[in-house]
């Protein structure tokens, strides 16, 4: 993995991207008002903030239980080799399921993979998992908790670092 450079980030740029975190549909105009910019000087530093790879995307946030994806699922997964071509498999293959919102390699587990997937209720789930998750090669063990309540449930990078 080759060290990416960091980027220096002003005041300035840590407010504009505070409120894109917290309130990514606003105007150009609207964010400037905000971060005490005048709209072309505002625009500029979001581009660059584009352009320098900080912002990566900016995505519409959906209540799930509203479109009856009600059951959410951590499952952490063994794999039965340690080997670059198996992990790039896997990690291709879970790509493709939209039901994976997230999917980490991970350590200091009895697994390799933690995946967070969204669906409407467990006989889906059940589904997911004997239909998708369990044939993919070289998957070896499953182990599957079910989210009760959000108790945090943010998107917001900790910015008071920088």
């Not at 625009?43 to 946030?61: C, N, P, Q």
């Not at 039965?80 to 991970?106: K, M």
């Not at 200091?108 to 967070?116: P, V």
């Amino acid at each position: 993995m080759k060290d990416e450079k960091l980027i220096k980030l002003d005041r300035t740029d840590r407010k504009i991207l505070e409120e894109l975190q917290r309130h990514g549909e606003l105007s150009n105009q609207e964010l400037s008002e905000r971060v005490g910019l005048s709209p072309s000087p505002c625009s500029r530093r979001v581009k660059a903030l584009e352009d320098a790879g900080i912002i990566v995307r900016r995505v519409t946030i959906l209540d799930h239980k509203k479109l009856g994806l009600s059951l959410t699922a951590i499952i952490l997964i063994g794999m039965d080799r340690h080997t670059p071509e198996r992990f790039e498999a896997f990690e291709r293959q879970v790509n493709e399921y939209p039901e994976v919102q997230e999917c980490y390699l991970i350590t200091g587990q009895d697994a390799d993979y933690m995946l967070k997937v969204v669906v409407p209720g467990m006989d889906d789930y059940h589904e997911f998992l004997l239909n998708k998750i369990t044939r993919i090669q070289g998957v070896s063990g499953v182990h599957s908790s079910f989210v009760l309540r959000r108790v945090i449930d943010s998107t917001a990078l900790p910015l008071g670092y920088l």
